[in-house]
């Protein structure tokens, strides 16, 4: 081979080189960012870094945790697991299935403007433009078609409850500025302290209280989305109650908790007004029972910290789970087996549930499952993986065919949602 | 709960025992049942036990059965049978009828509202404390007003807080941060059932937190502000939570709102007394401090101050 036949060679070797490296750099602009975004919605659906596929991250629990971060491509498009939803504030949220595909319905705290998101090529719609601002929460129920907005007035700690009904919204179809959407709305009692969605979504359980301190008394009243009607069940000389669960015909009922003081979680038949102790005498009590009610999750105050267990009401017994988080952080499957939750890392030293709920400490949070029949606990997610934002995770819900995690970070407001299909390390 | 008497059908059947774990299990609770023979070793004797009349567990030596007590006033009787070589055949049964007494307190102190957590009592606030007796006669639940309370602070019996119905007692902490020790006793009026507990309630000290209120978005209780707050807007308004104070009303009270921007008191709007709206500097990088005193007015030891640090730079 002559010199000039070796240049020959050695050239179109080169040239074919940077061809494949100019295709893949094509190929990568083509996949990344090709989202469908509609102004004044969302700034950012994808704000992390390239991801890194099998990442090993250490976890506060000494144990090491393989998280199988994973792009996925859906046609063209291509989503993180882990997707910052909003950056706004939100209010509450609701998740649905609608043609196979699963949403995520939202409410603006400082609009109260609602939006929907679909999760498949992660569009999103504003669904009303009716101006309620400083929504502390938005609850929603009725399939959706009823949404909740509480917030308190201006210089005053006086709670107002507005039922909107979103019945004759039109979903998937942008709201203007000029058209109302949301005409309609019932208030609700004044001074409503806490409420709770009927398993079926179409009532709720809620408490409100009345007359002076000595002669205070508690109300539970069910209001019907349906029947746009309220009735008092439920009345108490003790006060502070938050309803944590309610099927229609009973609700549980869990003390408001303080790490010094044992809290106690009943439940209220409402035909018979029979009040049972399900579990008690336990500082701090913060509860979240399952789907089926039969089960508990439950968190138990300790000097600096908080230890977490799961009673079982067929046959009292009590499991204790490896983490330390706090019920709220957490969401339990339909199959009354598998809870998600968020679990701090570490648990910085504190008063618990006290320090949480004053926002005086705030979490960074990775994700964990436990087998209720088992009481064990993995690691499925670290989102420090994906994220330089630390996230208090807090608000949990699941899509309807729990593809989708959803949930609010306790630091902004913010809406996240994870992948369970390509994000859960099984 | 009420175990009434250990039944036996001779005098040898004082032999036997039996010892409950816990003691006075409530409704739908767990329980463990130990006998105890005072004659022999209990190891090597064949025992029997029966719940509800129905033999559950049989061996030599099963000195322990775990069962699971009734709804409240519904009865459960456990029989133990012990086959010992020396006295034949001896019997000892219980029954258990689970009553229950909860008992319940809250403060009248501030916590701001969506607050998930307890309201604590501080010096010289309004505790209410509640029973709750759940008594059972035969089938029929006990109105809670056809029990007699005897109510006790310390060891002091309160008159008029007691007697028929009194199902609530009211008072005052005093004014050091140690426990009130209440006391309740509830009785049906026959005396067959009598439950009495005692609830220990510690004082606190009351404090402030600092949150910022934005215009649009409202007091953003999720996240208070714990040392320095930085500027990132032109102005902020830093709302301040009086926790545990004795206040009933936000802005309509007798406490003293005292702010001050770096030693100099501010003058305080008194329909708006737990809030200031700071404006940032138009020039330059800095900071200044930001403290608040509050002292409740007629509450000689509710007060409490907080510091927060305020930083700006527009360079």
């Known amino acids: 081979m002559t010199k000039k036949q070796l240049y020959i060679i050695i050239g179109v070797i080169v040239i074919i080189a940077l061809g494949f490296l100019l295709a893949s750099f094509l190929i990568s602009r083509q996949n990344i960012g090709t989202a469908t975004e509609k102004p004044n919605t969302f700034a950012n659906f994808f704000p992390f870094g390239q991801n890194t596929p099998n990442q090993t991250t250490p976890t506060n629990q000494n144990q090491t945790v393989t998280t199988n971060v994973v792009n996925v491509t859906e046609g063209e498009k291509f989503f993180p697991i882990l997707r910052q939803i909003t950056e706004k504030p939100t209010a509450g949220l609701f998740s649905y299935n609608k043609s196979g595909n699963t949403y995520v319905e939202y409410t603006e705290k400082e609009t109260g403007n609602i939006y929907e998101v679909k999760m498949e090529d992660m569009s999103a719609t504003r669904l009303s433009n009716s101006l309620i601002t400083r929504v502390h929460e938005a609850i929603f129920g009725n399939d959706g078609k009823s949404v909740i907005m509480r917030y308190v007035k201006t210089n005053s700690d006086s709670i107002t409850s507005f039922v909107l009904d979103l019945s004759r919204i039109n979903r998937g179809v942008e709201a203007t500025t000029t058209t109302p959407t949301l005409p309609t709305g019932k208030f609700l009692a004044s001074e409503i302290l806490d409420m709770k969605t009927s398993s079926d979504a179409k009532k709720i359980f809620y408490i409100t209280k009345s007359g002076d301190f000595n002669n205070r008394t508690a109300v539970g009243s069910i209001f019907d989305f349906q029947k746009n009607t309220s009735s008092d069940v439920f009345l108490s000389q003790f006060s502070e109650w938050l309803p944590v669960s309610f099927d229609g015909s009973a609700a549980l009922l869990q003390t408001k908790a303080s790490q010094k003081v044992p809290g106690y979680l009943y439940s209220f038949t409402i035909k018979t007004g029979n009040m049972q102790k399900i579990i008690g005498d336990i500082k701090g009590l913060t509860t979240l029972p399952s789907p089926d009610n039969q089960k508990i999750l439950y968190s138990a105050s300790t000097l600096g910290g908080v230890t977490l267990h799961l009673y079982n009401r067929k046959d009292s017994s009590t499991k204790d789970i490896p983490i330390q988080t706090l019920p709220e952080k957490c969401v339990w499957k339909k199959d009354n087996i598998s809870i998600y939750c968020a679990v701090p890392n570490p648990l910085p030293s504190g008063e618990y549930p006290d320090g949480w709920y004053q926002g005086i400490t705030s979490f960074e949070d990775n994700i964990w499952k436990i087998d209720a029949t088992t009481g064990k606990a993995i690691s499925i997610f670290v989102p420090r993986s994906l994220t330089n934002s630390p996230i208090d995770m807090t608000s949990m819900i699941l899509s309807p065919s729990e593809d989708f995690l959803f949930f609010i970070n306790k630091r902004d407001s913010s809406l996240w949602a994870f992948d369970l299909l390509n994000g859960e390390s099984e | ?248 009303d936000l802005n309509k009270n007798n406490a003293d709102f005292t702010w001050m921007v770096d030693g100099k008191k501010l003058e305080t709007d008194p329909d708006n007394k737990t809030e200031f709206t700071l404006r940032k500097p138009d020039k330059g990088k800095g900071q200044y401090r930001l403290r608040l005193d509050i002292n409740n007015i007629g509450y000689d030891l509710q007060t409490a101050s907080k510091e927060l640090t305020l930083s700006y730079d527009n360079q």
């Open chain 2, 1 to 248: 709960m009420i175990v009434f008497g250990q039944s036996d059908s001779g005098n040898t059947n004082n032999f036997v025992f039996i010892s409950l774990s816990p003691e006075n299990p409530g409704p739908n609770e767990n329980a463990t049942a130990s006998v105890s023979y005072s004659q022999g070793n209990i190891d090597s004797v064949n025992t029997t036990w029966y719940i509800n009349g129905k033999q559950t567990l049989t061996g030599i030596g099963k000195r322990d059965i775990t069962f699971k007590t009734g709804n409240a006033g519904e009865s459960t009787t456990i029989r133990v049978d012990l086959e010992t070589n020396t006295y034949g055949l001896l019997s000892k049964e219980i029954t258990i009828l689970p009553n229950t007494l909860e008992v319940l307190w809250e403060a009248d102190t501030y916590t701001p509202p969506f607050y998930k957590g307890k309201a604590l009592p501080s010096s010289q606030s309004s505790v209410k404390v509640v029973s709750l007796p759940h008594f059972v006669s035969g089938s029929t639940i006990i109105d809670p007003d056809n029990i007699v309370y005897v109510w006790k602070k310390g060891y002091f019996k309160n008159q008029n807080a007691s007697g028929f119905g009194k199902t609530i007692y009211a008072y005052k902490t005093g004014y050091t941060f140690n426990d009130d020790e209440i006391t309740v006793s509830a009785a049906t009026q026959d005396g067959s059932v009598s439950i009495t507990k005692i609830v220990p309630i510690h004082v606190y000290e009351p404090k402030i937190i600092f949150f910022e209120n934005k215009p649009l978005q409202g007091i953003r209780y999720e996240n208070s502000l714990s040392n320095t707050f930085n500027y990132i807007e032109s102005e902020a308004t830093i709302h301040a939570v009086p926790f545990f104070f004795s206040l009933s």
